[in-house]
């Protein structure tokens, strides 16, 4: 697979100032959405709360940007949830809400005690899947004992993490060596793809430069799409399988994203919430791709602009990597907290997309990384046969995109898999 990031992957963070307007969505993770605390007309501060919400799965929402609250209305994210945002005009100051707390002292606490603190800085899982990151920090039931922070960014063009791996190191083994505190004092692993290995080495530099991280592992893993799925990192590292429906913590394995792990250690060591991040932006139709750290609600249309703005033969503006990803129909909608990349395509990369029956080649089978069989699940769905599509396992569809990338056929058998994955969670809720 062309990988497609020397575009943007010597290109240092830059920092796209504050908008002119932020859109705040309230629903930027897995999980019950957040209601606005804040009203049309009220002053905001940058990391003020203005979305919370009492249920355990969520994470609060905060401004990114100081002003005054213009509305509160539904609207399309970039990544395409349609939710209630709080729309915030700028003042252009970015003053900072007083009072910030960090938690420097963990050594004298539980990690249970870490779980109200790492909800109300509202961190979530960066790499896409956006599962609240306090939700994860248990200590039993069953016990974690493996730490893994997952830097593989496997999916083509993106190179944020890659980025933030290089500029903000010794921030990233901070997090890592807090979570090894709580987790496994012995062994802690940063794991990274071999495609990295300026990001490798300049780990290993300065895990070796400090004296109290000795216990800080870098493992190089094989480059190979989807190796950033945490089910399929956490057998890769430590050699843990997770079984069918769930998830990594259900074999003691604590794992987490490298921009999460720096929004980890951004709020407990200088108190700050989650109101920014880098991504990549890039493509053959953006004038000047770049890796930026962008204030969380900016919209999509703002973001282009600072970087050069689009081609005029573009053909297709996406949010997120190319196998998971999702177009972008309206420039206004904002970034969330999952966003990793906006990606502006020329026909270039999207090559017309007409399905052919199918060769019976097997490719598809033999790539999928949930062991699936993509083309049994197409014929089944296809013929509404949704007993099939269970007895397939197509709730088992990790959505990455995989088995049409393969497909000499053009099938559309993520799209397919995916509605059987859909309906088959649909029928067992009824
Ligand atoms: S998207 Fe396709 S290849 Fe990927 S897990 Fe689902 S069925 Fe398998
Ligand atoms: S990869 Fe495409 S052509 Fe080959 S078996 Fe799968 S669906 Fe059929």
Redesign the pocket.
Known sequence: MDEHKSLSEKMAIERMPSPEIVYIPMSQHIGAPCAPVVAKGDSVKVGQIVGNSDAFISAAVHSSVSGTVEDIKKMYTADGRFCECVVIKSDGKDEMVDNLTDFKDYKDHKIDDLIPFIKEKGIVGMGGAGFPLHAKLKSEDPVLDECIINGAECEPFLTCDHRIMLEKTEEILEGLDIFSHFYNKEVSYMAIEENKPDAIEKMEEVISAHPNWSHLKVVGCQTKYPQGDSKRLSEAVVGRIVPQNGVTNDVGVFLTNVGTTLAFYEAMIEGRPSYERVITVSGSGIKEPKNILVKIGTPVGDILKFCGGIKENHVEIVCGGPMTGKSVFDMDSPITKTTSGILVFTEEEVKPNVESP????????DHCPAHIN??DV?HAILKGNLDLCIELHADQCMECGI?SF????K?H?TASVKLAKREIRANMKK
């Not at 393969?406 to 056929?409: F, G, I, M, Q």
């Open positions: 199918c060769i019976r080649c097997s490719r598809c089978v993509p083309t197409n088995c393969v497909c000499p056929a099938r058998l």
